[in-house]
Each structure stands twice: as structure tokens, then as C-alpha cells.
């Protein structure tokens, strides 16, 4: 797979965040901003994390979103994740 650029992880956080709401940083300053600084609760953590498994199809369990507080923590967990074959889990 190729690497998740941070054009696309934008594109994937902003699906998961309510339509009135927009990333507050972009680029290389979203990357380190904690998901609760750029507007995620943990509903919209869930949503992403299933976006990321159903877009991607890289399997993340709960206990792996938890440790995941940055933008820059998933371009890291993709990248260290394979993909995997056939449909993603559920």
C-alpha cells in the first residue's frame, strides 16, 4: 500500500468531524495536534477509526485507537500495519 499522505488523512478526518465543524490546522501543524485540540470526541474518534478500516483497510482495535492522540500517531500506524486482504473487519 502506498503511504497515507496528509492530503488524504485531511480529507478522512474532515468526513469524520460534524459538517459545521472544520479542521482548525492544516498540513504539518495538524499533525501534532491532539485529536481533542482539532475537535474529536470519541464518537468521532469511532467514526474515524472505522473510516480508516473501511477506506485503507487497516484493522484498528479499540485498545490501538487509544493509544493514537495525533494525526501524525496514524500516519505511523498505517504505515506500520499492513494491509490486509479481502474486507476489513467489523
Do not use: W
Not at 34 to 40: A, H, Q, T, V, Y
Request: net charge negative; aromatic share 4%.
Amino acid at each position: 500500500m502506498e503511504a497515507l499522505s496528509v492530503g488524504a488523512l485531511e480529507e478522512l478526518m474532515q468526513e469524520c468531524l460534524p459538517h459545521t465543524r472544520r479542521l482548525p490546522a492544516r498540513g504539518e501543524d495538524l499533525l501534532d495536534s491532539s485529536f481533542r485540540e482539532l475537535g474529536f470526541d470519541s464518537l468521532a474518534m469511532v467514526q474515524f477509526a472505522e473510516a480508516l478500516q473501511e477506506k485503507l483497510n487497516v484493522p484498528i482495535s479499540n485498545p490501538e485507537l487509544d493509544r493514537i492522540a495525533t494525526p501524525r500517531d496514524v500516519l505511523d500506524y498505517v504505515q506500520a500495519h499492513p494491509v490486509q486482504a479481502g474486507e476489513p473487519e467489523r
